[in-house]
Structures are given as C-alpha cells and as structure tokens.
C-alpha cells in the first residue's frame, strides 16, 4: 500500500474508519456507492466543509483596454507601476475538470484485489461524485492508444450518473498511448480546466511528459494519478515463472527466478516513479502514485489536501 | 585410470540429469502476463551476466558430481611407481625390518636428513599402505638391538608408536640374523601371505651370513616369506672418508713418555682427496693437525708424534679428520697406556738351543709385541721353588712336564689367592702328574694325547702347506670378554690348524668353568675355570709350531695378551679396551668394590653390582657391561664398601665405529634377498603398485555437494542485490 504526492510534499493519510481498503469497496453495490463512500472517507476528520469553496478567486492581471469594467481595475498596481490592469476572477464553481482514465490492456493486470482500471474508475468516480456536489462540470475520457469514449464536462444533474456509467463498463485492452489522450484534451478545453490523468505510465512515451507540459503552458490544472499493482513494485513471485506482455502485439517474453531479479526489479520499479515524480515537479504537475491496495479515500484525501494547501 | 567395478560406469549416464532437470523445470515456469515487461527486461539485462554465470557454475558442479558418483563406485584406480610391491594392499603378516645400523645416521648429498628418518618415514608410508587386515611386526636390522614388536599385531597405533620410539644405533647392521629373526616371527603369523620389507640404505655389510632365509622347500614344506627391499638411499653415491684405524706405540725417539699414533684414514669415494684436515687430541685436548692425501678408494695412512706429559698412566687419544656426510666415524679414539706395570712369568718346559725351536718363543714373542709393556720374565721349571709367584700378575706353564709337589702347592696357593695361571701342553707333559699334583685348579683333568685325523685344507695362496692331518677350531661365541676384540668369523683363529691336542677327561658341567674355544671335532681347545680367587686357562695343544700353527696366525698375539690381561685382573690391552660398539665389556671388581659405576660418553651413568656365582654363592669378580651404544669414551669408577669411589682409570674404555659401517659398497644385485627369490620364479615385485582412487574422488564429490550447497544458500540469499 503506497501513496505519495509531489509538488508540496503530499500526504500520506492515514486510513480514516471510512477509508475502506479497495477489496471492501469492492464489495459494495455499486460504482455510485462506491463513489459517495470514498469522498466520505476522504473528507472524514478534515473539518473541511466540501460544500463551502471559494465563490471568487484571483485569476490573473490584464491590462486595461477599453471596454473593461473599470470596478476592477487593481489600483494598488496603478500606484505602484503607473499602468492599469484589469484584475480578473475565476469563479471556481465553473472549473471544468477532464478525468483521462488509462484502460489499456495493462491496466487490467492483478493477482490480488484490482486492477489497476477498476482502482483508477473508483478514483475517478469519486473525483466525479465529488465535483457534482460541488456543481462543478466533470468530463471523462477513457483511452487507449486512441479515445475510447468520451463525456464532455457538464454538471446538470444525471451527468454523474453517465459517468459512473461510463467507468463500470470500462475495459482493460489495446495498447496504451497517454500523449494522445492528453493531446485531445488539449484541443478539447478551450479555457482553463483541471486534468486528472489516470494511468500506469507503463511502456508510455517519452512524449508524454512534453504533453503534461504544454497543457501546464495552456494554464490548466493537471494532476498525474500513477497506478501500480504492489506487484509492479516488489515483484514478489517465488517460482520460475514465464512473463509475458499484456499488450497486443506485445512479444516481449521472460523466463526467469523471479527472485533473482526482485532487488534489480525494485530498484528499476522506484526509478520509473522517481522520474515521474521529477518530470511533473519540473512541470509543476500535481503528481500522486497509489498502489491498487491503498484505500482511495487516502489517495483522494491526499489529492484534495494538498490542491487546498496550494490555493492558500 | 583402470576401474575394479567398471560396469558401474554405466551410471555415467546420470551425468545428464542435471541438465535434464533444468530443462524439466524451464517446462514447469508458471506463465504470467505481466504489464511491467519493461522493468523486468531492464533488470534481468542488470543480472543476466552473474546468472548465467552462476547457473553454468551449478550446472557443472551438479554434472561434476552425478558423474563423479558412479566413478567413486566404479573403484578407480592408477598404478604408480613405486617400490612397494602390489601385493602390500592385500591382507597379510608383514615385517618390517628398519635398518638402524651407524650407516643410517648419514645425510645423502641432496638433503640433510638422516636416512635412518627418511626410512622411518618410509616405513610409516608403509604401514599407510598396507591392506587394514594386515598383521604387523618390527624387527630392528642392527646387530644385538632388541626387537620392538616381536610378534605381529593388527594395533598400527603400537607399531607406529614404536617407529616414532625407534632410534638409530652405531651398531653394525647384521641382516641375515635380522631376516632371520623375521622370518621366525613370521612363523607364527594368522596370515597365508608372509612379507618381509627391509628398509635400508642397502649396504653390503651385514649380509656376510647370506640372505637368512631358510631353504624354499621351507618349514613344513611352506615357502619362506617373499622379501621386499625398501632403499632409501636411492642409489646415492655416497665417497665416504673415514678413520679406520687408530693404534699407539711408544715412541722413543719422541722421549721417554714419547707415543706414536698412527691414524688410518680410508677414501671409499671414486675420486682422491687432498689436504683432508686431520686432528689429533689427547684427553678432548688437541695437541697436533696436519692435512693427509687420499688416493682414490685408497687410504693412508698418518704418523704423530707426541711426548706425553707426566701424570695419568692411561691417555684418552682420538683422531679425527674433516666432516663429511657420516661424521659418525670421521673419527676414533684409543687408549695409551702410559705403564701397564703388568709382571708376567713364562716358564719354559721345552728349552732349546736353537731360540726359534724353543717352546715359549712365539709366547714370549707375543706377550713383548706392540707396545704391551708387559713385564715377561722366563724361567725354567726347576727355577719356580725359589720364586715369590704372588709378584707375577700371572704365569704361563708351557708344555711343563710335571710340577714338583712344592711347585704345585705353590701354584694352588697362587691361584686360589687371586692369581692367573695358563697352561699349555705339550709332548713333555705327563698328564696323570699334573692331574695328581694340581688336579684341584685344573679346569678339567688331561686325557690322552691326539692326533688330528681329518683331511688338511688347502693353504691360502703361498702358504707352506703342512699336509698332515689337522683339525680347525669351530667357530666360537665372541660374547667371552677373551674373544670379543676378533671379528665374527674368528680372522686370525680359524684359519689356525690343529695337528695333535690333548683330550680332557670327562667333568661335571659347572659353572665356573668355561669352554672357551673348541675344535671342530667338538674336543676343548681352551677351558677356564674360575678357582678360588683366581682363574685358571687350559690350552690343549702347544704354544709352539708342535702340535700346531696357531703361533703364526695372527689371532695369536691377541689371544695370548688378553689372557695374560685377564688371568692377571688387568685392564683389557688394545684389543679390547677399544671395543667396537655392542661389545659387551667385562670389568673386574676389586676386593673392596661393592658395586661399579660406568659413565657413558652422554654422560649417563650406569651402577653395576656383581652377582652371586650359582656355585659357591659368593659374588663374581667381574660384571659384564652391554650398554656400548655409542662410540667415545666409558669411564669407569669403583664404589667401595666404605662408600668412597674411586676412580678406575685402567679399567676405562673406548667404544670405536665399526668400520666396517664405513664402507658404502651396496649389496650386489645377484645377492638381494628379493631378487633372488624373483631369479627363482617366484612373484615378482613389481615396481609399480595400485594407488586407488576412489578415497580422493569420493572426498571431492564430498567438498563439490558442500560446495553447491553453500552456493544454493548463497545466491539463493544474495539474489544478486
């Protein structure tokens, strides 16, 4: 179980009565239960009112041109530089969220507990269930190496309900292509969004990073959610074992001790995330890694501790 | 490499397994499609190298030893050469005969251990050697040496503990009575198979009485023991130099105390040798050095020249030339004695006119030769009424027709009150008389006088040859303290010739008495007697050229200066106080003595008491030292009743080398036990033996299963961090 957060330190929470272990969530009846028991968890001991944002937020400076309404023009900054700008607010109850969820074949890998596409839909459903309490508009888009299905963001009622919808009939298959994804979503949201980005980063091109960063450029909030079953970070099989890829056309074979290679392994495994977690540093990208068996509330906590520490 | 089961070589064929197995559990891997390929082909390129190099490492191990199983069981084995022969690994009575004789205490040219070590070890590689049920014995090859383990035994740690006790002697080697013993040993032995293995450095000395194995028709029909020589001399050359001989003679033109040593030095190498260091010391002192030329296999001889100071009447001399490898007889010592002070009374009972014809001419001859210093004075028979006899240490009656009933008191009393008679008889002598008048100090009564009757020997090459009949002396036990200055085969007696002797009446066996020579025909030639305190010597035949030639052999001189010397209680003159070592010594005991202490050159010290003589209960006069071990000087002290000691210059002695230890002649091929018995069809030694293997592979196979493990655990906890 593992959870960590870039760009302000992250946290790691600890399990709240309500943050249920995956396998339980599991358990329940359906993706919307699931869903509203995350956020539950999440907010559990938090004294944070979910329902209580911010209704006018500071967005940027612009300077004056005819046509402006003079009421906000920052006048502390005519005293300062002389010249006018405009201070411009972004209403946050209108801040579009795109959820990409990875569904790759290599998302569907488990030996125990999930997958890695049934913990990213849980995440995303809760993220989802989350923004429509707040009314704020979710989209989703599920990928592969191409879209698979896409939900513009939108948040009049029922919206949540297509999107739980569209995470239970998720699938894992094909071959994973996250640039492509994020390329869309780039063409996608004309003006400022948040993108959640739900994936294993496994076998993903080195063109992902310049995605994440053009998308930063644009001014959109992005969030990295990185996925790995436990046993992509401990390789922990005992017996000869023939491993192949999960991928289509993926030829790749190995017969091997695997025991022989689980310290080579883990190593290899921790400087794939540090990587990561370096890129989206770089990048100012909220980066946030989850093995399938931490409970998602943790994961979601995390996700909301720390945006609300960065808007402070 | 030849195999004892090499049908089991079939199980090679497991040598496969291990490969077999591998590629069984390749067949066995669990599949498993697994998304992070990536990171697990970068990190089996990270490992790949020290796997397969750890797998090709197991799997030649695990090949190594499912092959090497079944070879253990196949019994391998090589033959190597040796000089054990093939049948030491088969059950059986061996013997080990270890040479310890003085020549074993060299060092050969290419190292500096002694040989009689190097055979030590040999023996012990031996008795590693032998076949677990074998029965062992150890019979040391030196002469009169006691035997360490006089019957075999399957207990090596005795046998090895008695090795590692054994020392090596400066006694002469004697094989014939070693092999001897050893086969008398090996009569009693459980096993069939007897063997015999002689580990020596194969000097010739000691097999002068043959190769001591009986005939092969055997005991019983059994053939005699196979015989296997173990030479740790390898075939060494060995240029031996060595003091041979050592005599001193007074030396007038020296002065008064003047001596002459002469040292005989003896070259047994190919090559001469020049300015050889040689030294003489008087009393551990030296007094002279000079340098001597050696011919090749040649000797010299050396001439010193020295005056003696006042002081001690018996000088300790020794000569000693530069080491080489044997320093063991690169030196010998003798005894001078300044004045012997020994007064001797010849009387004659044949005087001639013609000197040369006269019956004590040789006698006299003898008793004045070579620097004896005996005091001889002679008389006629009529002349003793007048003398006081208790003034001569001794006297000789030779071929005295019959003593006057005054003389023959007088002479009873002599003897009976410590005096030494010798008798010798003749045509004059009238055997009833003498056994009337002085039958009571008589070792036996006369007889009939004899004629030889066997066939004379031929002479030896220029002798006159005397064709009468004669008869020759037996050989005779050198233990008698008159016999043990000449060498075993009795040179200067044997070839002595008997044409007439005198018979002895028959008498009781008693203890006193003693038979000291004996002719062949088994009649007594020399007969002591101990007799009161005194001793009487009986010789049979005449001590002139009569009845016999023993005067001009040179066993006769000797002969005639012992028995003076012992007759008188005197110190024994050259030929015995310089023994050879293992002689025994006999060393008189005074009135006053109630024990003797002998020192030896290591400074040990020995205590001696006399024994009570079985007949008549009182003590002997004389006690019998055996311990002459090794060479140098044995000094003699006297502790009185009173309990003062005194020290007993005359009676001290020298123990020299043999010499012939000295000689490095090895046993001629065509004379070698083991040969011989080859010669004859019998099995042949072969000079290579069965060395198994299996022993060694079957510990490897031990060390690779311990080793694989090891590295199993290894990897198996490593895994390669």
Known sequence: MAVTTSQNGGVGGARRPLALNPLDLARLASLSVRARVIVEGAFAGMHHNPNAGTSIEFAEHKEYAPGDDIRHIDWKAVGRIDRYYIKRFEDETEMRTFMLVDASASMGYKRRGLTKLEYASYLAAALGYLLAQQGDPAGLLLFDEKTRQYLPPRSRGGHVRDLLLALEGAYPAGRTDPARALSHVSELADRRSLVVLFTDLLDAAGTVADRLRLLRTHGHDVALFHLLDPDEVELPFTDLTQFEGMEPDDARRLLTDPRDLAASFRRESLALRERWRMTCLESRVEYLFATTDTPPADVLRSFLFTRQRARK | ?721
């Open chain 2, 1 to 721: 490499m030849q195999f004892l089961a090499p049908s089991l070589l079939l199980g090679l064929a497991a040598a496969v397994l291990p490969w077999f197995i591998h590629r069984i559990g390749q067949r066995r891997a669990n599949p498993v499609r697994f998304a992070a390929m990536e990171l697990l082909l970068r990190a089996e390129r990270q490992v790949s190298a020290r796997r397969r190099l750890r797998e090709i490492l197991l799997l030649l191990m695990r090949t190594a030893i499912a092959a090497a199983l079944p070879l253990v069981f196949a019994k391998p084995y090589t033959e190597v050469r040796s000089d054990l022969p093939a049948a030491t690994s088969r059950p059986q009575a061996a013997l080990i005969v270890l040479d310890d004789s003085g020549s074993m205490r060299r060092t050969r040219a290419s190292d500096s251990t002694p040989l009689f070590d190097r055979a030590r070890q040999r023996a012990r590689s031996l008795l590693a050697n032998l076949a677990p049920e074998s029965d062992v014995a150890l019979v040391m090859a030196s002469e009169g040496t006691a035997t360490p383990i006089p019957e075999p035994t399957a207990d090596r740690a005795r046998v090895l503990a008695a090795l590692d006790a054994a020392t090596c002697s400066a006694r002469r080697a004697d094989f014939t009575g070693a092999i001897r013993k050893a086969v008398q040993v090996l009569t009693s032995a459980r096993r069939p198979e007897r063997l015999i293995y002689l580990i020596t450095d194969l000097q010739a000395v000691g097999w002068e009485g043959g190769t001591g194995l009986p005939d092969a028709s055997g005991e019983g029909g059994a053939p005699p023991p196979a015989v296997v020589i173990l030479d740790v001399n390898e075939g060494a050359a060995w240029p031996n130099r060595a003091v041979v001989n050592l005599t001193a003679e007074p030396a007038p033109e020296a002065g008064p105390l003047g001596v002459a040593v002469v040292a005989e030095i003896a070259n047994f190498g190919p090559d001469p040798v020049s300015n050889l260091g040689i030294t003489l010391r008087f009393d551990g002192a030296p007094v002279a050095k000079g340098f001597v030329e050696l011919p090749a296999n040649g000797r010299a001889r050396k001439r010193f020249l020295h005056a003696l100071g006042a002081g001690a009447s018996v000088r300790e001399a020794e000569v000693e030339i530069d080491h080489d490898r044997f320093p063991l007889d690169d030196r010998r010592m003798t005894r001078v004695e300044v004045s012997r002070g020994l007064r001797i009374l010849v009387v004659d009972g044949d005087p001639r006119t013609v000197r040369t014809e006269d019956e004590t001419f040789f006698l006299e001859a003898a008793l004045r030769a070579g620097g004896s210093s005996f005091a001889v004075t002679t008389a006629l028979p009529d002349e003793l009424a007048g003398r006081t006899l208790a003034e001569y240490g001794s006297i000789f009656m030779a071929n005295v027709a019959r003593p006057s009933a005054d003389v023959a008191g007088a002479l009873i009393r002599y003897v009976e009150t410590g005096g030494g008679l010798f008798i010798s008889v003749g045509d004059k002598v009238d055997a009833d008389a003498w056994n009337q008048q002085l039958g009571r100090i008589l070792p036996q009564p006369l007889g009939l006088k004899r004629t030889a009757s066997a066939r004379p020997g031929s002479g030896a090459e220029g002798e006159t040859v005397d064709l009468r009949p004669a008869e020759r002396l037996a050989p005779f036990d050198r233990r008698h303290p008159l016999l043990a200055g000449f060498p075993p085969r009795g040179d200067g007696l044997s070839s002595a010739r008997f044409f007439q002797f005198m018979l002895l009446a028959p008498a009781p066996d008693l203890p006193s008495r003693s038979v000291v020579l004996r002719y062949e025909n088994g009649a007594p030639a020399l007969v002591e007697a101990d007799v009161g305190r005194g001793r009487v010597l009986l010789l049979t035949t005449t001590v002139d050229r009569e009845w016999t030639d023993l005067p001009i052999r040179p066993g006769f001189l000797p002969l005639m200066q012992e028995a003076a010397r012992r007759l008188a209680g005197a110190p024994s003159g050259e030929a015995v106080a310089a023994l050879t070592v293992g002689q025994k010594r006999e060393i008189a005991i005074g009135a006053d003595d109630r024990r003797i202490e002998v020192i030896k050159p290591s400074g040990e010290s020995r205590w001696l008491v006399p024994e009570p003589r079985q007949s008549d209960g009182k003590p002997a006069r004389s006690v019998l030292f055996a311990e002459t071990d090794e060479p140098g000087w044995y000094r003699v002290r006297g502790s009185h009743t009173d309990g003062s000691q005194i020290d007993r210059s005359d009676d001290s002695f020298v123990v020299n080398l043999d010499t012939r230890e000295s000689d490095p002649a090895t046993l001629p091929a065509d004379q070698r036990p083991d040969r011989a018995r080859a010669a004859a069809g019998g099995e042949d030694n072969a000079p290579k033996r069965r060395l198994e293997l299996w022993h060694l592979l079957a510990a490897a196979v031990l060390v690779m299963v311990f080793l694989e493990s090891v590295l199993t655990i290894r990897f198996r906890r490593g895994r390669f961090v």
